[in-house]
């Protein structure tokens, strides 16, 4: 069916590292995406998002890259910091089968950042 | 802003017992979700309100799950009864506009509850 997806569930990049975390959709009429970071015992925190009209966003040391045309989207953290450490997930805004729109979330990527 | 509150943070009970969970969202946000997190996955969709209605519940397990907001604020989420499977984080989470008018705005999550049925 129908799902948005990570290439890989876990991520090790050392300190200062730029990285980067994946998101495959398969959901074409998906039009606005978001990243999210969860860590240990807290719920999923906002970090960025995007629609479908952009190809890229930047934030405060994130920048999300849209490619329609694979269904893909990534998030690269620049200079990775040991804070950076969690899981991140990607959710799209999908129509449910009853016609509503809901978020709907991917597996998640674990980063792991080594001092 | 204060976030989104949900208490308990833990729950243990036996299965076939009853649980409830209580979420109070960001004020002034009409639209609220119940979310289950099995470790190692992904939030799966239980329910969606849109101020006191039900916008989308297709995931939510009917027969022994059900969610209510009143009065468009408050929710609760109740389990009964719990079976093993159930063992899961439960999230409650909020946003300002309601998705599908064309707004589109990030859900605001609490930390969630817990629960773990034995």
């Known amino acids: 069916g129908e799902s948005v997806g990570l290439h890989l569930p876990t991520l090790s990049v050392q300190e200062g590292d730029n990285s980067i975390i994946n998101c495959a959709y398969s959901?074409?009429?998906?039009?606005?995406f978001i990243w999210y970071k969860q860590e240990s015992g807290k719920g999923p925190q906002f970090i960025i998002d995007?629609?479908?009209?952009?190809d890229k966003r930047q934030g405060q040391r994130v920048t999300v890259l849209l490619n329609k045309t694979v269904k893909h989207l990534s998030l690269q953290i620049a200079a990775t910091q040991p804070g950076d450490s969690a899981v991140y997930f990607c959710?799209?805004?999908?129509?449910?089968?009853?016609?509503?729109?809901?978020?709907?979330f991917g597996r998640g990527t674990s980063l792991i950042v080594h001092p | 802003e204060a976030g989104v509150a949900q208490s308990p943070r833990y729950k243990i009970i036996e299965k076939r017992q009853s649980v409830a969970f209580w979420c109070n969202p960001i004020?002034?946000?009409?639209?609220l979700y119940w979310y289950q997190q099995i470790l190692g996955q992904g939030p799966k969709l239980l329910i969606q309100?849109?101020?006191?209605?039900?916008v989308d519940d297709s995931q939510l397990p009917k027969d022994r799950f059900s969610a209510e907001r009143l009065k468009g604020v408050d929710s609760t989420l109740k389990i009964q009864p719990a079976k093993l499977e159930d063992s899961a984080v439960y999230l409650c989470?909020?946003?300002?506009?309601?998705w599908g008018t064309g707004r589109n705005s990030p859900l605001h999550f609490g930390n969630g509850t817990r629960l773990t049925v034995t």
């Open positions: 959710a799209e805004r999908r129509r449910a089968s009853g016609g509503s729109y809901i978020p709907t």
């Open positions: 309100f849109q101020n006191n209605g039900v």
């Open positions: 004020s002034g946000h009409a639209t």
């Open positions: 995007i629609r479908s009209n952009m």
């Open positions: 959901n074409s009429a998906s039009d606005y």
């Open positions: 989470a909020s946003s300002l506009p309601p």
